[in-house]
T-cell receptor
Framework: EDKVVQSPLSLVVHEGDTVTLNCSYE??????LLWYKQEKKAPTFLFML????IEKKSGRLSSILDKKELFSILNITATQTGDSAVYLC????????????FGKGTKLSVKP | NAGVTQTPKFQVLKTGQSMTLQCAQD?????MSWYRQDPGMGLRLIHY???????DQGEVPNGYNVSRSTTEDFPLRLLSAAPSQTSVYFC?????????????FGQGTRLTVV
């Protein structure tokens, strides 16, 4: 059965800390892994990773994919209270009707 | 650009009632999907469509119907609402892509069935 597992499920840190969020996957016909940030409403796109070992960065956020070990990490450095959100990881499986399988998310709380 | 628009934002139904959640996108995306999000469960796929006239079931399709008569619209119908369908529903759209593409989400519909 295809699945995406995120850990930890919740995390509380203080401003300025660095955090690492984990995502492992078992997805048939895997094509890519996507990270989303969800605050109060709709998930918003962060990264899409298709190749192993190539880091993607956006400001204080970065992510990397390991297709051999079937996992990805999302790093956030110098956290701010605005980083508080649920971070969702999703595996995209291809084929003619490719779609996303989501993990349960990691709830990050950043305290001042 | 409006992106993905969902209506209504909130809805309360009585058990057994039917209703349609509306979803429209203006990005000419081929793929559209409906997800439900329950506490601690992440997003689970209900139904999806790879183009006008083509729909298929996702992980949790029971109790829901969809149709896709145009590229822009992808309504989700609850046939006979049950309390287990209390959830937040998200519609998403994306371009066709061999390796996957970014999915754009609507703002969600919070549905309560009493």
């Amino acid at each position: 059965e295809d699945k995406v597992v995120q850990s930890p499920l919740s995390l509380v840190v203080h401003e300025g800390d660095t955090v690492t969020l984990n995502c492992s996957y078992e997805v048939t016909n895997f094509r890519s892994l996507l990270w989303y940030k969800q605050e109060k409403k709709a998930p918003t796109f962060l990264f899409m990773l298709t190749s192993s070992g190539i880091e993607k960065k956006s400001g204080r956020l970065s992510s990397i994919l390991d297709k051999k070990e079937l996992f990805s990490i999302l790093n956030i450095t110098a956290t701010q209270t605005g980083d508080s959100a649920v971070y969702l990881c999703a595996g995209y499986y291809g084929g003619s009707q490719g779609n996303l399988i989501f993990g349960k998310g990691t709830k990050l709380s950043v305290k001042p | 650009n409006a992106g993905v628009t969902q209506t209504p934002k909130f809805q309360v139904l009585k058990t057994g009632q039917s209703m349609t959640l509306q979803c429209a996108q203006d990005m000419n995306h081929e793929y559209m999907s409906w997800y439900r999000q329950d506490p601690g469960m992440g997003l689970r796929l209900i139904h999806y469509s790879v183009g006008a006239g083509i729909t298929d079931q996702g992980e949790v399709p029971n109790g829901y119907n969809v149709s896709r008569s145009t590229t822009e619209d992808f309504p989700l119908r609850l046939l006979s609402a049950a309390p287990s369908q209390t959830s937040v529903y998200f519609c998403a759209s994306s371009r066709r892509g061999i390796s996957g593409t970014e999915a754009f989400f609507g703002q969600g519909t919070r549905l309560t069935v009493v």
